[in-house]
């Protein structure tokens, strides 16, 4: 037998069954709200944008999460110093602490150099927010407090100095300034012009969108890292560090926008075929309106999706061109320039700390490789 609830309803709780009925389970939510709700079921997307948070997050405060003055120079080569919560006794203690390097009177039996063990009488505390080396907080406040550092003012290297003593994650927290700065304002400029042209050219059609695409093809044709050095070789050594590093960024906005195109312009072709598209050209809207009202919402999901996908391969262009020399030069940094000291295997062996650089270049490309696997699918209607 079905038994049914013939229980009398209050009016806000009957009102409340028709928006369901009307609206589904979750209500009128509008589009971001379910794609937000989507990205949130997937643990991979998440974690990828959280790590993107967190990267820009690093990148704008930049010095104060960095524990030493990153210009700063020191004996050479330093191995990285391990945090410890143990005194010299063994004991534990609830501050850490790190200990510097000592030299005893005894030498090793193979290399005959004296032999180097941690100094235990002078160890060097640390702790959050502490006072460091002073810099200008958005080059304007200036301030000496950092995120974590030594207590104690003496020189702290969580990932060893290189070879001028300089301290490796200050100065990999400092240019992921820079990596970053170059990979988004490309990925701005390539998704402007990209989404502009793919969008016009599968409008209009025609003989127009052939020539268009014709020029395109042009542009993808070319070899990429032989034209990207053969560019940037044209600047003089003396240039400003500005308008090396504008030059760059423009050359590898020159070279990416094409690919997006062709993405968008496929997407174009299909959308302006559709009935409300041709509806609004029968009542007479203009192209222009129909372009950026009708067209551009619609492909807006995939220019997002392609954003968060492209902006790891310009870090890895960078990162690359850097090793090389061409991307970025002194007095600034970036991921790629500091890879330069990694030239000589010889250096790699002996001091392996030098490549973690390349451990925020890997964490950088999987965030936003994370991020765009789970907008892709947060996205996709089907």
Not at 176 to 192: D, E, N
Not at 239 to 259: C, D
Request: no cysteine.
């Amino acid at each position: 037998m079905l038994a049914f609830d013939s229980s009398p309803r209050l009016p806000h709780e009957q009102m409340s069954l028709e928006q369901t009925a009307k609206n589904g389970p979750h209500g009128n939510e509008s589009y971001m709200a379910l794609v937000w709700r989507r990205l949130r079921r997937s643990w991979t997307g998440m974690i990828g944008l959280i790590l993107v948070g967190l990267l820009l997050i690093m990148a704008i405060f930049a010095e104060f999460f960095a524990p030493m003055d990153p210009k700063a120079t020191d004996v050479g080569f330093a191995p990285p110093q391990i945090m410890s919560f143990h005194d010299k006794d063994g004991n534990i203690v609830f501050q850490p602490r790190v200990y510097g390097q000592t030299e005893s009177a005894e030498l090793d039996p193979v290399t005959f150099q004296p032999v180097v063990g941690p100094d235990y009488d002078n160890p060097n505390r640390l702790g959050f927010f502490v006072a460091g080396a002073e810099y200008r907080l958005f080059g304007l406040i200036p301030t000496n407090r950092h995120f974590f550092g030594s207590t104690t003012g003496q020189p702290v290297h969580f990932l060893g100095t290189d070879k001028f003593g300089r301290d490796v994650l200050s100065r990999a927290i400092i240019g992921s300034r820079i990596s970053l700065t170059i990979a988004l304002t490309v990925v701005f400029i390539v998704t402007v012009i990209g989404t502009t042209v793919g969008m016009v050219s599968g409008y209009f059609g025609g003989s127009f969108d052939t020539w268009v695409q014709r020029f395109v093809e042009i542009v993808l044709a070319f070899p990429q890292l032989p034209l990207y050095l053969a560019l940037t070789s044209l600047i003089p050594v003396t240039a400003p560090t500005n308008v090396f590093l504008g030059f760059v960024i423009v050359v590898m906005s020159a070279l990416g926008w094409a690919q997006m195109s062709r993405e968008v312009r496929g997407k174009t072709l299909a959308l302006a075929r559709i009935d409300y598209v041709r509806a609004a050209m029968a009542v007479g809207a203009t192209d222009r309106r129909i372009i950026f009202q009708h067209i551009f919402p619609n492909v807006m999901s995939h220019v997002i999706v392609a954003v968060t996908l492209h902006i790891p391969s310009v870090v890895l262009l960078e990162s690359f061109l850097g090793f090389l020399g061409f991307a970025v030069k002194p007095p600034l940094i970036s991921w790629g320039l500091m890879l330069q000291d990694t030239a000589n295997y010889s250096v790699i062996g002996t001091y392996p700390w030098i490549l973690a650089p390349v451990g925020f270049v890997l964490i950088t490309v999987f965030a936003f490789n994370a991020l765009g696997d789970g907008l892709r699918d947060a996205v996709d209607p089907y």
